[in-house]
């Protein structure tokens, strides 16, 4: 469009409703211009793509065909046909039909016409839609004056109005600046401007600039007369059918020299605005029509429903004496056995009154009818036939107008004033009331029970932890003394090893005990794939070794190394498994844990776990960065071992409680029975399941799996994106080549798995065949998970040993402790494996090799003192942190500054501590407290100082500063928790030591407990000697680093 006013003389026609007429070329005419026609629904000629959103460009014309443009195509077209009403427009009319346009505007050279304007071709239709609407001569709308008032002031008009053309007159909705006009008004059509604005033109804004210049209104009465227009701009109301309904137009009584592009913009867009009111409010008059139409539907309906609702309806007039029945419904009959001719006119009060019909009751319905409010009991009446019934009866008053009458007298000319009662047979529900009052006894005796019992289990387990730290404590100090003879460290280590059976049965029981009632939580955290694997190998294997099993681990490549799940509870079950592997193998066999990994389909909520078991829900997990948007991942563990297997018939009640595969008296092995049921449990709370795959004789494979988010990095701390899969870092030994040596295929997955996640590549030798056929560039093992083993092209030795950076040479697998008689045997058995481990060994004296042993290896097979030189030996199974550190040592000279299994930020503390602690003990229990000092004197802390109880401790805190508090939570004259509460409140930060809980109490509770008072950390009864040295060395870390201790909330001890 351009910006003069004479614009339209050069332009084709816009259409309202459709696009030009099937594409055919346009005559040649002076009136032809280089543009394309703007349609409101449909592409151009030349199937350009309209624009999408009214940006200006740089051209105005376009700009503005722009703006239409995209108002247009919201709507849609409309068919010329008959008219039906469309839903989007509030009852609007749209027509169907083939499209048609209308007659194009005539140009400022046509010849003034005092008929009006030409008739647009879908007049009928367009006047259908515009009398739907329901806006004519309807009363002035703020709305509307607001955007006509806006429109004045933006444009500086005289007059600004909304006008909708009608069949002989324009109608005015809104008028601003006309003084003396009041709305509704209308004036004649054929003198109106606006007649124009409704046809079709490329410009759909009519601009009269000068209207004595300008031929089609030069002659109109309202230029040559009153009021004298001079200027005139209006834009068209388009409908959601592309139907004009009139225009938004101003007005000026002194000529204008231009009318820019951007201001038609803009009075377009106030256009719209109004047509955007028409439609909202036509929306509301429809939506009210219909709340009209369903409220009179609701209320026959009611009227319906009374007449036959199931319950009895009565209404009693109190005005007259007596109070006569007045009216009541066929559920009334039903229930009382009186028919409706039977009881109007009599009174209701004593009708349904019987021997045992409660007299409190019926006083407090008279109450309530003499005081005119209403009421609700429920009483025992009597039907016709003298039958008991349990009645629900409500009533309340209600008033109604003169001249209402219900089959009594006539009284039309007094307010009437009645009751309206509700009855309702309500005998089964009293009975049934009964029996669930009944039942709610039986379950407040059943959870007296419960807690009873579960009282008894946690006061049992108190007072057996406490003598059983003492024991254990003191049996691990004793096998710790360097001058035990084997015989007194053997009876030491029974000691010890009947202690932790008798705990491992306490805390099966308490488990077990705590899913019964529901009371088992998860507490989810970042951790170590590898580390948590790593944990659970320690603890089988000394067992491992005095039986002679081979005990091994790998994790696939596809396995995140941090993952989101509550450790404790994988270590539980992982434990239990192995040890249960470790029962029910014989010397010689394996025992293995294999961990794979993919993609779960599902997400896990913000919260924690989204799965559940059977027992219950688990809690949610802390609020850390990172940790909702990482990918989900199912984890599978398998825990495979050679031994006796198990029956088919009995696999499948497996993992009831309380079931084992013997249980007579002569049964081999020992248990309760319960763990593999908690483990299941425990698996399923975590998202996943558990099951068995067993042959008899052949060995068992437990597999579990759960369902966590996951990454290859430590993610504390970091926010990530949604899903974002951080990739595994690279390590100062990435790209280096290592020569595995050994002849079993666990030994080939474990160290090959670690080494592929650290960057290693990777060469088996599984024989002396293979190991005398070495390749010079041998490939990286491609599935070390699965104990591939590459083949290999002849070479020398020696010219291949180069090739490689390390050589790992395993050992063969004895027995227990041997007699030397039996020596022979079993150097006869492993000879291949013996000549095998010597020929790695020997290969290169210039490599480093790395020999894994156990202590039984060591003690049998002895290398040549000429092979020790360069040979180290590591503990199998192989301990991922000490093997690391091992290898960056041997390949980079260098040691790691964090572990690998830490997340990022935590530090190696050195081995000595650099500043002793001082270390206050509160324990109640005297040979506890020894066996305390005995314990913290082995870990190098002599500064220890002892309180009885809390009390005793406040007052040492006054005399004695102190760095770490180990406090008893049970004692007393004052317990661990209030102390320390006090301990907070009454000392400055400065002097508030670190207090870490000892508790016998395994409750869910006790740690939220232990937080809320104030302390860093607990260790539940008996302590272990490993994790209180842990948390000591923790706790002198933050001693070191007195900003970090600030900050401090919660150490996690595992």
């Known amino acids: 469009m351009a910006s003069s006013c004479s614009s339209e003389l050069h332009e084709e026609p816009w259409h309202a409703n459709g696009s030009a007429a099937e594409g055919k070329k346009r005559p040649s005419s002076p009136l032809e211009s280089h543009e394309e026609p703007w349609h409101a629904n449909g592409p151009t000629s030349r199937g350009k793509k309209r624009p999408a959103s009214p940006i200006p460009q740089d051209d105005g014309r376009a700009a503005k065909l ?22 989007l427009c509030g009852g609007a009319m749209v027509p169907h039909g083939p499209p048609l346009v209308g007659p194009p505007r005539p140009g400022p050279d046509a010849e003034f016409d005092p008929k009006g304007a030409p008739i647009p071709t879908n007049e009928e239709f367009r006047i259908q839609v515009l009398r739907s609407y329901n806006i004519l001569d309807t009363e002035p709308e703020l709305r509307y004056d607001r955007l006509t008032s806006l429109a004045s002031m933006i444009f500086h008009s005289a007059v600004s109005l909304i006008a909708f053309v009608d069949t002989d007159s324009v109608c005015w909705k809104s008028n601003t600046g006309y003084t003396g006009v009041t709305v509704p008004f209308s004036v004649p059509r054929a003198s109106s401007f606006c007649q124009y604005v409704v046809l079709p033109s490329t410009d759909p804004v009519l601009v009269v600039c000068d209207a004595l210049k300008d031929g089609r209104f030069c002659l109109n009465p309202l230029v040559t007369g009153d009021p004298h227009i001079r200027f005139y701009a209006g834009a068209p109301l388009v409908t959601q059918g592309n139907f004009v309904l009139g225009s938004l137009c101003i007005i000026d009584f002194k000529p204008r020299e231009k009318f820019t592009n951007e201001e038609q913009e803009m009075l377009m867009s106030l256009a719209q605005l109004v047509v955007l009111e028409i439609e909202k409010h036509s929306r509301a008059l429809e939506l009210q029509r219909l709340q009209v139409e369903r409220f009179e539907e609701d209320k026959r309906g009611l009227l319906q429903a009374i007449d036959a609702f199931s319950e009895g309806l009565v209404l009693a007039d109190v005005s007259q004496k007596g109070q006569p029945i007045v009216f009541v419904n066929e559920g009334w009959e039903t229930i009382t056995g009186y028919s409706i001719q039977e009881v109007l006119g009599l009174h209701c009060g004593s009708l349904l009154e019987g021997p045992l019909t409660d007299i409190e ?14 009421v609700s009991v429920e009483i025992l009446n009597y039907r016709k036939d003298g039958s008991p019934f349990w009645n629900w009866l409500r009533i309340r008053p209600v008033v109604f107008p003169k001249g209402t009458s219900f089959g009594g007298g006539d009284n039309s000319e007094m307010t009437r004033r009645y009751y309206f009662g509700i009855l309702s ?18 379950e407040l005796e059943a959870e007296a029970s419960v807690r009873t019992k579960r009282s008894f289990v946690a006061n049992i387990s108190h007072e057996i932890r406490t003598p059983m730290n003492a024991i254990l404590a003191c049996s691990q100090l004793l096998t710790d003394m360097p001058s035990l003879t084997d015989e007194q460290r053997e009876l030491s280590q029974m000691i010890q090893g ?43 294997v000394l067992r491992c070794e005095s039986k002679g099993l081979y005990l091994s681990y790998n994790i696939d490549e596809s396995v995140p190394d941090w993952i989101w799940a509550d450790e404790v509870r994988l270590r539980q079950i992982l434990t239990n498994l192995l040890s249960n592997s470790a029962k029910f193998t014989d010397e010689g066999g394996e025992v293995e844990v294999s961990v794979s990994a993919k993609r779960a389909r599902r997400r896990i909520s913000k919260e924690g776990f989204d799965e559940v078991g059977p027992s219950g829900p688990s809690t949610t997990s802390p609020a850390v960065d990172g940790k909702a948007d990482l990918p989900e991942y199912e984890l599978t563990l398998a825990v495979r071992d050679t031994g006796i297997g198990i029956p088919a018939g009995f696999q499948k009640m497996l993992f009831d409680a309380f ?66 899969k951080l990739p595994r870092q690279s390590t100062p030994i990435t790209g280096k080549r290592a020569l595995l040596v050994g002849a079993r295929a666990p030994f080939h997955r474990m160290v090959g798995s670690m080494l592929k996640a650290w960057g290693v590549e990777v060469c088996i030798a599984a024989s002396e065949a293979q190991l005398g056929a070495l390749a010079s560039a041998p490939l990286p093992v491609t599935a070390a998970s699965n104990g591939a083993r590459p083949c290999l092209d002849l070479m020398e030795i020696d010219k291949s040993v180069g090739n490689f950076d390390v050589i790992i040479v395993d050992s063969p697998v004895t027995g227990r402790v041997f007699e030397s008689e039996k020596l022979g045997e079993i150097l006869d058995d492993n000879r291949n494996a013996i000549a095998l481990m010597q020929r790695g060994c020997s290969l290169g004296g210039h490599v480093p090799t790395l020999l894994l042993t156990s202590k039984n290896t060591k003690n049998v097979f002895s290398l040549d003192a000429d092979l020790m030189g360069h040979v180290m030996c590591v503990s199998r199974p192989v301990r991922i942190n000490p093997f690391y ?18 997340p990022v930020g935590t530090l190696l503390i050195e ?10 003990v509160v324990e109640d229990n005297l040979v506890n407290q020894k066996v305390l000092h005995k314990v913290l004197r082995s870990l190098k802390y002599e500064n220890i100082r002892t309180a009885n109880n809390g009390l005793e401790v406040l007052q040492l805190m006054k005399e004695h500063s102190a760095d770490v508090v180990l406090m008893d939570v049970q004692m007393p004259e004052m317990d661990g928790l209030t102390a320390t509460s006090r301990i907070k409140a009454d000392f400055p930060e400065e002097r508030q030591p670190m207090v870490i809980a000892l508790t016998a109490d395994v409750g869910n509770d006790i740690e939220n407990e232990c937080r809320e008072a104030g302390m860093i950390g607990y260790l539940s009864k008996p302590v272990r000697k490993s994790q209180l040295e842990n948390l000591l060395r923790k706790c002198l870390y933050y001693k070191q680093h007195p900003a970090e201790r600030r900050t401090l909330k919660w150490i996690d001890v595992l």
Request: glycine share 8%.
């Open 361 to 374: 009751t019926k006083k407090t319905i008279a109450d309530a009818c003499r005081e005119e409010r209403s």
């Open 911 to 920: 081995d000595r501590p650099a500043a002793p602690l001082q270390i206050t």
């Open 885 to 902: 550190s091992t290898l960056l040592q041997v390949l980079t000279n260098v040691s790691p500054a964090t572990p690998l299994t830490s």
């Open 498 to 540: 009947s202690g932790q059976q008798l705990l491992s049965l306490i805390n099966d029981i308490l488990d077990f005990s705590k899913m019964d009632a529901g009371k088992m939580e998860l507490k989810a955290a970042e951790f170590n794939v590898w580390g948590c694997i790593d944990f659970c190998m320690e603890m089988l």
């Open 425 to 442: 047979d309500c005998t089964l529900r009293k009975e049934k009331e009964l029996e669930l009052e009944t039942i709610r006894l039986q």
């Open 659 to 724: 079931t084992q595969c013997d249980n007579s008296r002569t049964r081999r092995y020992e248990g309760t029975g319960l763990g593999l049921a908690i483990s299941k449990d425990l698996a399923e709370r975590m998202g996943g399941t558990m099951w068995v795959e067993s042959e008899e004789g052949i060995g068992s494979t437990f597999y579990v799996t759960i369902t966590a988010p996951g990454s290859m990095q430590s993610t504390s701390g970091r926010h990530l994106s949604l899903n974002q």
């Open 66 to 87: 722009a703006t239409v443009a995209n108002w247009g195509s919201n709507w849609g077209g409309y068919h010329a046909g008959e008219a039906t009403t469309s839903g």
